[in-house]
């Protein structure tokens, strides 16, 4: 996952601009033929680009939950448990995220934001949270089952 984060960010501004517009296009696309729209072109080019921001923000919250469930399993099966295991996963992936984007820096047409790093803690937050809540969970289930 780490490097499939890094290849996304080694992509050019360009290069970046075209795959999220591309997915864009697809969401919508098929939004309109599921739904039975029928948007015409210049309508579906609209809501694209309307929703090409929020897709490719939460593509990155998304990328940056896979990699916290796995660098939480692996910790987990080496012994950490509770708070030093959602802490040293929070700490490893936003550490993780902060290098990516200063990685972008040294691309052409990118460049670093701590905004990003931001919006990537989110999806390292509630992975971290989901991790939380199942094994609350699984621990209040099993306390009362014994």
């Known amino acids: 996952m780490m490097c499939l984060i890094f290849s996304f960010s080694a992509q050019t501004g360009e290069e970046s601009g075209s795959l999220s517009s591309k997915i864009s296009h697809m969401a919508v696309n098929v939004g309109n033929q599921v739904l039975h729209l029928e948007l015409t072109e210049s309508e579906i080019e609209s809501y694209a680009g309307y929703l090409e921001h929020p897709i490719r ?31 040293t996963a929070l700490i490893f992936c936003v550490c993780f995220a902060a290098t990516d984007e200063f990685h972008q820096s040294f691309v052409a047409g990118r460049g670093p934001s701590v905004k990003d790093v931001g919006i990537d803690s989110i999806g390292v937050c509630a992975a971290s949270l989901l991790y939380w809540v199942t094994t609350f969970f699984h621990r209040k289930h099993h306390t009362f089952a014994d």
């Open 57 to 87: 923000k939460l593509a990155h919250m998304t990328e940056y939950f896979i990699l916290t469930l796995l660098v939480l399993f692996p910790l987990f099966v080496c012994g950490l448990r509770g708070r030093a295991l959602i802490l």
